[in-house]
């Protein structure tokens, strides 16, 4: 899909890490769709899926066990920056995150991390207004409408698959 290279950048840790292994299921101007296996292997998730919301300052992914099953749904605060001379994307983690577990509970996490990012002089204020303000509005869609329609994107393209994750 027009061979766009994704990289993600972080500040805590401070690194910015391509993900080769990403690979497009879906591109429009307002999201990527995408499927990817983890970075290094870990005991708790083994891949998923992700929804990046171009237009509204995060993502959504769906992180599954090694059988398939559902682990906890992600959401990531970010911004993006495009550069489209060299077909790339860097989705920058603005720190703050909400997990949803299958059972429906709700927890926003790392906004210490986001704290200490804004004193240490990481990010400028702006990033942290970016944060703070797509945090809440992202809060408030899923209170308004639930997660089904952030994560239906995702969950279209496995039915289209023919997968049951």
């Known amino acids: ?14 690194e910015c890490v391509e993900l080769k292994d990403d690979i497009i299921l879906k591109r429009t101007d307002s999201m990527i769709v995408t499927k990817w296996h983890v970075i290094k292997e870990r005991r708790d998730f083994s891949d998923g899926y992700s929804c990046f919301y171009l237009d509204r300052g995060y993502r959504i992914s769906k992180f599954l066990k090694s059988d398939g099953s559902l682990l906890f749904w992600y959401f990531d605060i970010v911004d993006y920056d495009m ?7 860097h989705i920058i983690d ?7 577990y299958p059972s429906g509970k709700l927890r926003v996490v790392d ?24 945090l809440n509005r ?16 995702i969950e279209d393209l496995i039915k289209a698959d023919g997968g049951d994750q």
């Open 138 to 153: 992202l809060l408030n869609e899923i209170y308004t409408d639930g997660i089904e329609p952030l994560a239906a994107p």
């Open 111 to 134: 906004l210490d991390e986001l704290s200490e990012a804004f004193e240490k002089r990481l990010i400028d204020e702006t990033l942290l207004k970016k944060s703070l303000l797509s």
């Open 1 to 14: 899909m027009n061979n766009l290279t994704l990289f993600r950048r972080r500040f805590i840790p401070d």
């Open 94 to 100: 603005l720190l703050a995150d909400v997990v949803v």
């Open 83 to 89: 550069d489209a001379d060299k077909n790339t994307l």
